[in-house]
C-alpha cells in the first residue's frame, strides 16, 4: 500500500488500530529489554545467580550488550527508510503542490499557531501531563518494590512468587 | 528502573552500588511490562471504536490514573504497609494499564490526527517536545521531593490532563483524513467558513471549538455541492492532460494513484450518463475487497445528486 492513500474506508476504520499496534511494539521492546538485561546480569555475574554483589565488570557488558542489540534494529530502519520506502512523502508532496508551496510551508506552520492553537494546546499539554505520569509511574516503581520486599520478609507465610527471592546461601 | 537504563554511568552505579538484588526489582518490572502490553492491545481493539474511541480513552485512562495514585496519596501509611501493600499493588498495576489504555497511546496518536498534512510533522514535534519536558520535570523533580510527596504532586496532573483532553481535544475516531486537508485549504484562504464538510461536524470538533462556532459552517448538503464542483474542476483538468498527450499509455500508468479518486462512476457522471442509481452500490459490494475503486461513499454520493442536480440544467 503506497503511504498516503488517506481517503479510503480501511483507513477511516482501523488507522488507530494500525498505528496503535506499532505504536506497542514499545510495549515488547520493554519487554524483551528486560529479560535480556536479567539473562546478562544473570551470566555475567559469574557464580551468583544474578544476585549482589554486582562486579563492575557484570555491569559493563550487560549494559553495553543490552544496549548494541536494539542498536542492530535500530541501523536496519534507518537503512529501509532512507532506501527502501519511496512514497514516504508523496502525500504531503500532493499536499504542498496543491496549495503552491515548494520547500517547507511556512505558511501553514504560521496558521496552525493562530487557527489551531486550542488543537497545539490539548496535544501538547496532554502529552506533558501523560509523561510526567508515565515516567513518574517507573520512579515510584522502587518504592513500591521496597514495599512488596519488605512484605514478603515481614510475612513468612506468603511463599515467594519468584525464585530469585530465595537467596543462595 | 527503567529509566536508569538511559545513563550508563549512573546504571554501573546503580548496579555495582546496589547491595539488594536487582533482580527482585527487574521481575516486577516485567509483571508491570505484560499488564502494559495488555493496556496496549485493549487501546488497539477499541481506538476505533465510535462508542468509544480516542477521546474517551483518553479521558478515562487519565481518570483512572489519577484515582490510583490519588488514593494512596491521603493513606499512604496504610497503603505501604504489609496490610495494604497488595492494594497498593492493585492500584499501581491498575495505573500502568489505563496509562497504556489511555493517554499514552492517544496522545501519539491524535497529536498527528489532528492537523493537516502539510504541518502534522511539526505540530507532532512541537507536542513532543512540550511532552518530553513533562518527563524531564519528572526526573528531576523527583529527585528533591520523598516519595510520600510524591504522591501528593503527581495526581493533579493526571485530572489536569482529563480536563484539558475534554475541552480542548477534537475526537478523530474515524474522520477521513483527507477532509482535514479539504478544510485546510478553505482555512489557508482565508475563508473558514466556506468549508462545509464532515472535519467540522460537532462529533470531531473539541468542546472549546464547538463554543467558539467552528462547528457552525457544517452544512453536508452544500458540502457536496462543492465536492462535485471541486471533482468536476479537477476532472476537466485530467481530460485537458489527457487530450494533450493522446495515445501515450505510459504517462495514464504514471499517474494511476491520482485516478484512484476519480472512478469510472464519477467519469460516466460528469460524461453525463450517470450508471442506474440502483446498480452502484450493489456493484461497489460485489467488487468488494478490490483496491482499484475504494470509495463507495464518494460514488454513491455522486450519482445521488446527478438525479437531484438534473432538474436545476
Known amino acids: 500500500m503506497s503511504a498516503g492513500k488517506l481517503s479510503t474506508r480501511e483507513d477511516r476504520l482501523h488507522r488507530g488500530r494500525k498505528v496503535t499496534l506499532a505504536f506497542l511494539m514499545q510495549g515488547w521492546g520493554q519487554f524483551f529489554n528486560q529479560i535480556v538485561l536479567t539473562v546478562l546480569l544473570v551470566i555475567f555475574n559469574r557464580g551468583t545467580g544474578g544476585e549482589p554483589p554486582y562486579t563492575e565488570f557484570a555491569a559493563q557488558y550487560t549494559f553495553r550488550i543490552s544496549f548494541a542489540i536494539p542498536a542492530i534494529g535500530t541501523l536496519w530502519l534507518v537503512y529501509y527508510r532512507a532506501f527502501k520506502m519511496k512514497s514516504a512523502s508523496k502525500q504531503l508532496d500532493k499536499a504542498k503542490k496543491k496549495a503552491n508551496v515548494t520547500g517547507y510551508d511556512v505558511k501553514s506552520l504560521k496558521t496552525t499557531f493562530s487557527h489551531f492553537g486550542g488543537r497545539l494546546f490539548a496535544t501538547s499539554t496532554g502529552w506533558f501531563f501523560n509523561d510526567v505520569f508515565f515516567y513518574g509511574n517507573k520512579l515510584f516503581q522502587s518504592k513500591f518494590t521496597e514495599a512488596s520486599e519488605l512484605h514478603a520478609y515481614t510475612n513468612m507465610a506468603t511463599r515467594p512468587i519468584y525464585p530469585c527471592h530465595i537467596r543462595q546461601p | ?313
Request: aromatic share 12%; charged share 20%.
Open chain 2, 1 to 313: 528502573m527503567l529509566i536508569l537504563t538511559w545513563l550508563p554511568g549512573q546504571f554501573i552505579r546503580v548496579i555495582s552500588d546496589n547491595p539488594k538484588s536487582l533482580l527482585t526489582t527487574w521481575n516486577w518490572n516485567l509483571v508491570n511490562i505484560v499488564v502494559s502490553l495488555a493496556g496496549y492491545y485493549a487501546a488497539a481493539l477499541l481506538i476505533d471504536n465510535k462508542m468509544y474511541g480516542r477521546k474517551m480513552m483518553q479521558q478515562v485512562g487519565f481518570l483512572v490514573c489519577f484515582l490510583a495514585f490519588v488514593i494512596p496519596a491521603f493513606n499512604y501509611e496504610y497503603y505501604t504497609s504489609p496490610a495494604g501493600i497488595h492494594s497498593f499493588q492493585a492500584l499501581y498495576f491498575l495505573s500502568s494499564f489505563f496509562n497504556q489504555f489511555g493517554p499514552n497511546s492517544v496522545t501519539f496518536l491524535v497529536a498527528g490526527e489532528v492537523y493537516p498534512t502539510q504541518v502534522r510533522a511539526s505540530a507532532h514535534g512541537f507536542s513532543a517536545m512540550v511532552g518530553k519536558s513533562g518527563a524531564l520535570l519528572a526526573s528531576v523533580l523527583y529527585n528533591y521531593i520523598d516519595t510520600k510527596t510524591k504522591f501528593l504532586v503527581v495526581p493533579w496532573f493526571g485530572l489536569a490532563g482529563m480536563l484539558v483532553t475534554w475541552i480542548w481535544l477534537p475526537d478523530t475516531t474515524g474522520l477521513d483524513l483527507k477532509e482535514q486537508e479539504r478544510r485546510w485549504q478553505y482555512i489557508l484562504k482565508g475563508k473558514p467558513e466556506e468549508y462545509h464538510g464532515i472535519a467540522i461536524h460537532p462529533q470531531h470538533l473539541s468542546m472549546w471549538e464547538r463554543w467558539t462556532g467552528v462547528g457552525k459552517s457544517y452544512h453536508p448538503a452544500l458540502d457536496m455541492k462543492a465536492i462535485i464542483r471541486d471533482l468536476r474542476a479537477e476532472w476537466e483538468e485530467r481530460e485537458a492532460i489527457r487530450a494533450g498527450s493522446d495515445a501515450d499509455a505510459e504517462s495514464a500508468n504514471l499517474d494511476q494513484d491520482d485516478e484512484e479518486e476519480i472512478t469510472e462512476d464519477i467519469r460516466n457522471y460528469f460524461h453525463g450518463h450517470p450508471p442506474p442509481a440502483s446498480n452502484s452500490l450493489k456493484g461497489e459490494k460485489l467488487k468488494g475487497g478490490g483496491s482499484a475503486s475504494e470509495s463507495p461513499e464518494r460514488t454513491s454520493d455522486s450519482t445521488d445528486l446527478g438525479i437531484s442536480e438534473k432538474p436545476a440544467n
